[in-house]
């Protein structure tokens, strides 16, 4: 787990790289907001710690900056302010920090502290995959229609293989897409989208084959699939 430390105050720097290195944390420690920022470039956090004085632009816009990089909706960031500023908490909870721990830190409640955003972190993650599926859940289904409506229209075989293809290769993201049929106990490409003609030719025929050309069978007569890149539907 990746965590983010800007503080400017040496001495706490340093209580709490080694507070975070004995939870297991890659720490990345920074001085000011700028080095912090510059940090934040290199790839994502899981959780940043962030003085809310630091020189620079300061703690809270470091927070709203990192709030929108790409991964700035998952990283967990606990704040720390002074003790006897209320209205410094309503800014960086304004920022978008989750939490804040007062000054001077209490590192056994820091631990605590720390323990929380992991959770936190864990139930976004897990937020964040649930809404994946359900994309793809509903990218499928839109598919599923989309290739429906095709096989009603009356147009010729080929034309709907064709739009299936596309269709499938749009919607999936996928490079390229191929169909196969079957031709007598091979299963050769019938239409590709994407592919090189080069690939076409060379992986044209899914079922294994000797130097004769003959296909290549198991002990029970079967042919021996020789790859298994995508679904066979039967």
Known sequence: MRLLVAEVDPSVQSALESLSRGRGYDVTSCETAEQAWEACQAGPYDLALVDSILPGMGGPELCRRIRRLPWGDQVVILMVIGRDHPEGLREVLDAGADDCVTEPINLEFLNLRLTIAERRLHSRRERKRGEETLRQLDKLQHLKDRVLEL??????????????????????????????????????????????????????????????????????GNPYLECMCGNVIS
């Open 151 to 220: 096989l009603n229209r009356r147009e010729t075989e080929i034309d709907t293989i064709r739009e299936v293809v596309s269709l499938v290769k749009e919607t999936t993201g996928f490079e390229a897409v191929g169909i196969r049929l079957r031709e007598g106990e091979d299963f050769p490409y019938y239409e590709t989208n994407g592919f090189s003609a080069h690939f076409v030719e060379a992986e044209r025929y899914l079922c294994s084959r000797d130097q004769a050309g003959e296909l290549v069978r198991d002990c029970e």
